[in-house]
């Protein structure tokens, strides 16, 4: 059943819809369970797109199993997918910096705050993103550490590689994993793929585990299906790896790899001399969950994050 949740007027006679698809069972008791799959706040972030289809179509094909209520917010930011923007634009604004928004607010703050309200009282959201135009990352959920006691146990049955818990000092309030937190929806952020791209197998991976959380919870009637035990990582077993020159940046190590201190990460080249300026090495034992995608990189650049073995990255916990 589509709804819209929020419809505002734009020049030249058209509007802007955030829309909602509601899927639930024909016969409802009052006791459902709700779960909502918001994406698409960020334009250039599609992975999201792929996982709402994927689990539209199954829920449709096997309307029997669906025991609870799944509402799907497939493009939170419609402008910006259209546009191909990351932000909302006109606006030149990050939505994901203005929730919880306010009713009586300007078009992208009122926007936020229909969202929320429509979110609330649900019983879980997962809120999915890609990673940027600049960075590959592999299948994570990234939880505040205030909330890590209530949320990694809904994490591990995502099906991603791991799970990283972030310091309260980098969290931003004006997120909507943040507000939602903040007003008891329990709310996991998925961060997986690179921007303006959809990888399947990632999509895949993470559409098993939102079955088998919905399973967990009662929403899905399904035999539980075995998924990945995530690692589990904090701020501090994270090593980052930051470009020392401006150039050209050559991988030489895939997505995902097991590293040795000093490995060999990559080059840092230039073009226009054919020499490399900056070998990129490890600074740590580890595993390599994030890579430079965007080749052109300049001094300071994000080149790639490291789970730190040697601070027990590897370990579950």
């Known amino acids: 059943m589509l709804e819209t949740v929020i419809s505002i007027g734009l020049p030249v006679l058209e509007n802007m819809r955030i829309t909602k698809n509601r899927l639930q069972p024909k016969n409802l008791n009052g006791n459902e369970k709700r779960i909502c799959i918001v994406t698409g706040i960020h334009g250039d972030e599609l992975e999201g797109q792929y996982v709402c289809y994927k689990i539209v179509k199954t829920i449709n094909e096997n309307f029997e199993r669906l025991k609870g209520?799944?509402?799907?917010?497939?493009?939170?930011?419609?402008?910006?997918?259209d546009s191909i923007s990351r932000g909302i634009p006109m606006f030149d604004l990050d939505m994901n910096r203005i929730f919880?928004?306010?009713?009586?607010?300007?078009?992208?703050?009122?926007?936020?705050?229909?969202?929320?309200?429509?979110?609330?009282?649900?019983?879980?959201?997962i809120d999915i993103h890609s990673s940027n135009i600049f960075l590959t990352e592999i299948p994570q959920v990234r939880i505040n550490e205030n909330c890590a006691d209530i949320l990694v146990p809904?994490?591990?049955?995502?099906?991603?590689?791991?799970?990283?818990?972030?310091?309260?000092?980098?969290?931003?309030?004006?997120?909507?994993?943040?507000?939602?937190?903040?007003?008891?929806?329990p709310t996991l952020v998925v961060e997986m793929g690179v921007g303006m791209r959809i990888t399947k197998t990632y999509c895949d991976?993470?559409?098993?585990?939102?079955?088998?959380?919905m399973v967990?919870?009662?929403?899905?009637?399904?035999?539980?299906?075995?998924?990945?035990?995530?690692?589990?990582?904090?701020?501090?077993?994270?090593?980052?790896i930051n470009a020392e020159a401006s150039g050209i940046f050559v991988p030489k190590i895939s997505?995902?790899?097991?590293?040795?201190?000093?490995?060999?990460?990559?080059?840092?080249?230039?073009?226009?001399?054919?020499?490399?300026?900056?070998?990129?090495?490890?600074?740590?034992?580890?595993?390599?969950?994030?890579?430079?995608?965007?080749?052109?990189?300049?001094?300071?650049?994000?080149?790639a994050r490291i789970l730190n073995d040697a601070q027990g990255g590897n370990s579950n916990e």
């Open 154 to 185: 809904y994490a591990k049955f995502l099906n991603v590689d791991f799970v990283w818990v972030h310091s309260n000092a980098t969290v931003l309030e004006s997120t909507i994993a943040y507000s939602l937190n903040s007003r008891g929806v």
């Open 255 to 303: 997505h995902w790899s097991d590293v040795k201190c000093g490995d060999h990460v990559g080059d840092i080249v230039s073009p226009l001399l054919g020499e490399v300026l900056h070998k990129v090495v490890s600074p740590c034992d580890g595993k390599l969950f994030t890579i430079r995608e965007y080749p052109v990189v300049y001094e300071g650049s994000l080149i």
């Open 216 to 240: 967990e919870m009662g929403i899905w009637n399904d035999v539980p299906q075995e998924v990945k035990e995530p690692i589990l990582s904090k701020d501090g077993k994270v090593s980052f």
């Open 100 to 125: 919880p928004g306010s009713s009586d607010g300007a078009f992208a703050e009122q926007s936020a705050n229909a969202v929320i309200n429509d979110i609330m009282g649900a019983d879980m959201c």
């Open 69 to 81: 209520i799944v509402d799907i917010y497939p493009a939170l930011n419609p402008l910006g997918i």
């Open 205 to 213: 991976q993470l559409v098993k585990g939102i079955f088998r959380l």
